[in-house]
């Protein structure tokens, strides 16, 4: 079942609150006083005020909850008072209209959000538009968000995305003048959707997080619970995008988990406000997420036990979220997580089982006529019938399916397109026939005027003209295809550098396994372009081997006798270049590392820098275009700083090609600077060894290692460089937080300094705390 069910568009259609959807039928003892107290107003009102006509609107309100028919005659009467007032008061009266015409954008604003409820876009388009202009004369910009919002909304109902674009930014233009922080979080919320539901993943969060901040600033808990689940629905459709491509299961769990995280964060908002609806949306999204991670990992060969338990943990969710529905009258919702838990019960085989949820589905489904409902419904029976051998059965619920799902197809959409596209095209070659028609008349009057001579010289220029225009035909026909062309081989390009990106994430190591050797660390990671020169790199080796093979080091004798665990090797390394020329000669690097650590058994640093330069200098002068050897053209081929730490005695070796490391001492404001060798690993005239340096580091200690890129950044007010002063003094600020929260600021940092400027170099940072 596709989440994305559960997103929720915020949207501020009324000019008045309808904050919750509501399905009791009776009213509270403060609604029914309120009822008493705005009919009495009505009653003993016999003037055109605008206290009746507002009493009306008020009126509207509480009743639409439970008969939204009701909105239009009582708004139809406020308008009519409005309307009437306006007709009889003089224009001098300015404060006195300026009321009445707030009243009329009212009714106008609600009528045509009541035919927007019934599925009357064109009505509700008539009455938003005869509200506009009124609310552009008082300056009432509250209702002009609401117009802008709402007809934004509308097109976006109708596939029109650029226009609903247009209409939500506009919304966003007024909810900024206004300083509305909640209508702003409205307008971004709603943007966010439309690029979501276009499959623009990344845009769509964007626009999420900023809808986010906007709602925690005014601390409006519903807001903030509904963006994390708009959060979450987004991560959690990265995932299944990238499980329908078949690519590696960490990325895919990577998102799930946040989804989970974010939607679990939702629920707990929810529960704290009584939000019984959004309470069992989440519990729904929330099973659906641990059922997928359970499919997943049978795709993957994972645990018996864990899918298992997934799938328990997927049906506990599930049937509270069923619970409350049921409790709350949700009907449409019930369909949906019945359906949810037989998709399990299938999957285990329970077929009996699996068929009562289903059947129950599909009688709500059939009592309540949505096709949609009923599609979904009829595709698991037929399942579960084929699964059980009633060929009959399984063929008429396959037959249903079929039907439901061709009704949802919009077909009168489509021919209507069609018929408007024509007609456009009709009228068009309709004005270009008569222009030419007119033009042909008149040549023929002119020819039974002028002289021989004249219509010679008129028949010259129309050759002219045809040659000139045959000429510029072909050139646009030159152009048109050199186009294509280009157009083609770009889409070549960039297909070939996206695989180049999957190739390079491939060889990094995952989060996971950099968690697992260093525990308390963080890894930034931000490439200029889709691939990066910079990479990081994380390997562990034995400590009994690392001691044995770099006791002989006459910087390792104190060290070598201490390991008992582990020895974790890490690095940050910046390859020369960054884009696709930066990637390749990082894979290069990359791969000496690897054979380093795993051919020659090296584990001292200084000796593995030592060795992965002569082999990348030996890999690069393999490559050859025209006899100029490509170790020629990328002298520097990799700046890198080295780390070897042993996490039992925290005993760390370091070596360095230009790349230093930094250590902030616990309770010690300042950094240490551990000096790298100022040479480059590759080609590099009158070579020397590197040095490997002993460190004895404490408990609270913080190392970081990086590559250039974060300090060369142009940003801030006077779009300078940052500079590694400034990185040092961040460092040292935020020293006392927790790696994950470093990670956060530092990300957080380098967004704002950056601001709008290009990025200019590929970013690599790691942090470890002992």
């Given at each position: 079942m596709s989440l994305s069910k559960y997103l929720i568009i915020i949207l501020s259609l009324l000019s008045f609150s309808t904050n919750t959807k509501c399905f009791a039928q009776n009213f509270s003892v403060e609604e029914q006083l309120q009822i008493d107290t705005l009919n009495r107003i009505i009653y003993d009102i016999t003037s055109y005020d605008t206290s009746k006509a507002n009493a009306?609107?008020?009126?509207?309100?509480?009743?639409?909850?439970?008969?939204?028919?009701?909105?239009?005659?009582?708004?139809?009467?406020?308008?009519?008072?409005?309307?009437?007032?306006?007709?009889?008061?003089?224009?001098?009266?300015?404060n006195t209209r300026k009321a009445f015409l707030k009243s009329l954008t009212g009714a106008l604003n609600n009528i045509?959000?009541?035919?927007?409820?019934?599925?009357?876009?064109?009505?509700?388009?008539?009455?938003?538009?005869?509200?506009?202009?009124?609310?552009?004369?008082?300056?009432?910009?509250?209702?002009?968000?609401?117009?802008?919002?709402?007809?934004?909304?509308?097109?976006?109902?109708?596939?029109?995305?650029?226009?609903?674009?247009?209409?939500?930014?506009q919304s966003l233009k007024i909810a900024e003048a206004m300083g509305n922080k909640q209508n702003i979080a409205t307008s971004l919320n709603n943007i966010g959707y439309i690029y979501e539901h276009q499959d623009d993943f990344d845009k769509g969060l964007e626009?999420?997080?900023?809808s986010l901040e906007k709602y925690k600033e005014i601390d409006y808990q519903q807001g903030i619970a509904d963006l994390y689940n708009n959060i979450s629905v987004v991560y959690n459709n990265q995932a299944q995008e990238i499980n329908k491509k078949g690519e590696n299961y960490d990325l895919v769990d990577i998102k799930r988990e946040k989804a989970l995280s974010y939607q679990q964060k939702s629920l707990r908002i929810r529960r704290e406000i009584g939000d019984k609806e959004g309470i069992s949306a989440s519990l729904n999204i929330i099973g659906g997420i641990y059922a997928s991670q359970a499919e997943e990992l049978i795709k993957?060969?994972?645990?018996?036990?864990?899918?298992?338990?997934?799938?328990?943990?997927?049906?506990?969710?599930l049937y509270e979220s069923l619970k409350i529905r049921k409790e709350i009258g949700d009907k449409d919702g019930?369909?949906?997580?019945?359906?949810?838990?037989?998709?399990?019960?299938?999957?285990?085989?329970?077929?009996?089982?699996?068929?009562?949820?289903?059947?129950?589905?599909?009688?709500?489904?059939?009592?309540?006529?949505?096709?949609?409902?009923?599609?979904?419904?009829?595709?698991?029976l037929s399942e579960i019938y084929k699964k059980q051998n009633k060929?009959?059965?399984?063929?008429?619920?396959?037959?249903?399916?079929?039907?439901?799902?061709?009704?949802?197809?919009?077909?009168?959409?489509?021919?209507?397109?069609?018929?408007?596209?024509?007609?456009?095209?009709?009228?068009?070659?309709?004005?270009?026939?008569?222009?030419?028609?007119?033009?042909?008349?008149?040549?023929?009057?002119?020819?039974?005027?002028?002289?021989?001579?004249?219509t010679i010289g008129t028949a010259a220029i129309l050759v002219l003209v045809i040659v000139f225009l045959i000429f510029v035909f072909n050139r646009l026909k030159v152009t048109r295809k050199q186009k294509?062309?280009?157009?083609?081989?770009?889409?070549?390009?960039?297909?070939?550098?996206?695989?180049?990106?999957?190739?390079?994430?491939?060889?990094?190591?995952?989060?996971?396994?950099?968690?697992?050797?260093?525990?308390?660390?963080?890894?930034?990671?931000?490439?200029?372009?889709?691939?990066?020169?910079?990479?990081?790199?994380v390997e562990s080796v034995p400590s009994s081997r690392h001691s044995a093979l770099d006791a002989e080091s006459p910087n390792n004798n104190e060290i070598a006798g201490q390991a008992s665990n582990d020895v974790v090797l890490f690095a940050a390394a910046d390859c020369t270049g960054h884009g696709v020329p930066g990637a390749m000669v990082s894979v290069v690097c990359n791969n000496a590392l690897n054979r380093v650590i795993r051919d020659y058994q090296l584990t001292d640093p200084g000796k593995i820098l030592d060795k992965t330069s002569e082999i990348v200098e030996n890999q690069l002068n393999q490559s050859t275009t025209s006899n100029i050897k490509m170790v020629d053209t990328i002298r520097d081929g990799m700046d890198i700083a080295l780390c070897a730490l042993n996490?039992?005695?925290?005993?760390?070796?370091?070596?360095?090609?230009?790349?230093?490391?930094?250590?902030?001492?616990?309770?010690?404001?300042?950094?240490?600077?551990?000096?790298?060798?100022?040479?480059?690993?590759?080609?590099?005239?009158n070579r020397t060894v590197y040095t490997t340096q002993a460190i004895k580091l404490n408990k609270g200690d913080s190392i970081y290692i990086f590559s250039d890129g974060f300090a060369d950044q142009f940003g801030g007010k006077k779009g300078k460089k940052l500079m590694y002063q400034t990185l040092k003094d961040f460092l040292i600020s935020i020293n006392n937080e927790t790696m994950e929260k470093q990670l956060e600021l530092i990300r957080n940092y380098f967004e704002k300094w950056k601001g709008n400027l290009e990025q200019v170099d590929d970013v690599c940072i790691i942090g470890v705390k002992i």
């Open positions: 009306y609107l008020a009126l509207a309100e509480i009743l639409y909850v439970s008969n939204p028919d009701t909105i239009i005659p009582l708004c139809e009467k406020a308008k009519n008072i409005a309307e009437k007032a306006l007709n009889k008061l003089p224009k001098s009266d300015k045509g959000y009541a035919y927007l409820a019934k599925g009357n876009t064109d009505k509700a388009i008539e009455y938003y538009h005869k509200a506009k202009p009124i609310s552009e004369e008082i300056d009432d910009k509250e209702a002009l968000f609401t117009y802008y919002i709402s007809i934004g909304y509308i097109y976006m109902e109708k596939g029109e995305i650029k226009k609903a674009l247009k209409y939500y930014h626009f999420y997080y900023l993957y060969g994972g645990n018996a036990n864990t899918i298992n338990t997934k799938r328990q943990t997927a049906l506990e969710n019930m369909t949906y997580s019945l359906n949810s838990i037989a998709k399990i019960l299938i999957a285990q085989e329970q077929y009996q089982q699996a068929f009562d949820y289903v059947n129950r589905s599909f009688q709500i489904s059939r009592e309540l006529g949505y096709p949609k409902n009923i599609r979904n419904a009829a595709h698991l060929g009959t059965q399984a063929l008429e619920m396959f037959e249903l399916y079929i039907n439901m799902r061709d009704s949802i197809n919009n077909e009168e959409t489509q021919k209507s397109t069609i018929k408007l596209e024509a007609k456009y095209e009709y009228e068009k070659q309709k004005v270009i026939d008569d222009l030419e028609h007119k033009k042909i008349l008149a040549l023929k009057q002119e020819e039974k005027k002028k002289q021989q001579i004249l294509l062309v280009i157009e083609s081989q770009n889409n070549e390009i960039i297909d070939s550098i996206n695989y180049a990106k999957r190739i390079q994430e491939a060889i990094l190591p995952s989060m996971q396994m950099v968690k697992k050797l260093l525990p308390n660390s963080f890894v930034y990671y931000q490439p200029k372009d889709i691939v990066a020169g910079d990479f990081y790199w996490t039992e005695s925290n005993e760390l070796q370091y070596a360095g090609a230009k790349n230093p490391l930094w250590i902030i001492r616990k309770g010690e404001g300042n950094i240490e600077e551990i000096k790298a060798n100022k040479q480059s690993i590759g080609k590099v005239e």
